[in-house]
């Protein structure tokens, strides 16, 4: 897949950019939105954080199913057939993203090159752990406590510089490539990004609402001038694609020693 098929993926996104926040509506978003709104670049940050102070999220798919599980969230009205909400009765899906190398200088070709060649990571420990794991040819979503362990002992050795911005960072911090991700329909971004072969991350971001929200109208509101703005997100691709999925409760609990671990 080359750079310009990967990033006409999916309808064109930037709804957000048309849509104005309704007054006193919160929103929590794991992307950078172009509205006024709390970022957390790691989901599971927001995972951990209070939503009470919240009206509307822009999630990770892995995540709405965790504050499905919790019974966190309003009942909406979705398309079914997601494995995350087969029902469609809590998310609205926004986009997909890919994990992808964004790079500087010869092109990478697979995970690998982040240990080959001088890295930048994301705080993102479900993409920087599912990338070691893909390196591995185990699938990001692997709960084995061995296989993990082995990755724990990979990314040691590498001790990754994780940074905020990882792809925006590669010439400021002389870095080669970059561990990111980019969205279907996102348009030209401006720098090389590459797609791994063999096989990479997909990530889709739903609409949610808090069952706390204050104002879920507001919500609501800003949810249905997207949805009109922008048609529903939808891929046409030619490489493997590995849904981000939601983990049993050791798995997340290791998967967070270990990122406790990296940052320390």
Do not use: C
Request: net charge positive.
């Amino acid at each position: 897949m080359n750079r310009r098929a990967f990033l006409k993926l999916g309808a064109a996104l930037g709804a957000a950019a048309a849509v104005q926040l309704p007054p006193g509506a919160a929103l929590a978003s794991t992307l950078p939105l172009p509205v006024p709104h709390h970022y957390f670049p790691n989901a599971e940050t927001l995972l951990a954080h209070d939503l009470r102070r919240f009206d509307l999220l822009l999630v990770p798919a892995y995540a709405a199913a965790e504050l499905i599980r919790r019974g966190a969230l309003r009942p909406l009205n979705g398309p079914p057939g997601r494995a995350h909400d087969p029902d469609g009765a809590f998310t609205i899906p926004y986009a997909f993203g890919l994990a992808a190398l964004a790079y500087r200088g010869a092109r990478p070709q697979s995970f690998a090159d982040l240990w080959l060649r001088d890295s930048l990571w994301p705080d993102e420990p479900r993409l920087v752990l599912g990338a070691a794991l893909l390196r591995r040819g185990w699938s990001p979503n692997d709960s084995h406590p061995g296989r993990l362990a082995q990755v724990e002992r990979d990314l040691l050795e590498l001790r990754p510089r994780v940074v905020a911005h990882p792809a925006a960072g590669l010439r400021a911090l002389s870095a080669a490539v970059a561990l990111t991700s980019v969205l279907s329909g996102a348009g030209e971004t401006g720098q090389n990004v590459a797609v791994p072969t063999g096989g990479t991350i997909l990530i889709e971001y739903d609409w949610a609402i808090p069952a706390s929200a204050a104002n879920p109208d507001g919500a609501l509101v800003l949810i249905e001038n997207a949805r009109a703005r922008r048609a529903a997100p939808r891929l046409q691709n030619n490489t493997h694609l590995i849904p981000l999925a939601a983990l049993p409760p050791a798995a997340l609990a290791q998967r967070a020693a270990i990122w406790n671990q990296l940052r320390s």
